[in-house]
């Protein structure tokens, strides 16, 4: 299957360095959706599933760290999107 664009000139593009990719898994995402399971559960071992978790551990991580004040303790959990 050939990319749209290839990582190094999308890194080029953006003008940042790509920290992760979700591979291209056509089986296990379909396997997913028909099965109404999110591809973390429906597949744990895939390569999608397993690049997936790495992201939400680092949005974790970025989440928890507490202000460079240090006045503010880390929240528990984190968001996907902030309000306001």
């Known amino acids: 299957m ?5 990582p190094s000139e999308f890194q ?3 003008g ?8 291209e898994e056509p089986k ?5 959706a028909n099965t109404g399971q999110p591809v973390v559960q429906s597949d744990k071992r895939s390569k999608a599933s397993r690049a997936l978790n790495r992201l939400v551990k680092k949005t974790i991580k970025i ?3 507490p202000e460079e004040k240090g006045t503010e303790k880390p ?3 984190f968001k996907l999107f902030k309000k306001g």
Do not use: C, V
């Not at 050939?2 to 290839?6: D, F």
């Not at 940042?16 to 591979?23: A, F, V």
């Not at 296990?28 to 997913?32: C, D, G, R, S, V």
């Open 2 to 6: 050939k990319q749209a664009m290839p």
């Open 12 to 14: 080029k593009a953006l």
């Open 16 to 23: 940042r360095k790509i920290n992760l990719q979700i591979p």
């Open 28 to 32: 296990q995402f379909t396997k997913a």
């Open 63 to 65: 989440e928890a760290k």
């Open 75 to 77: 929240k528990k959990g």
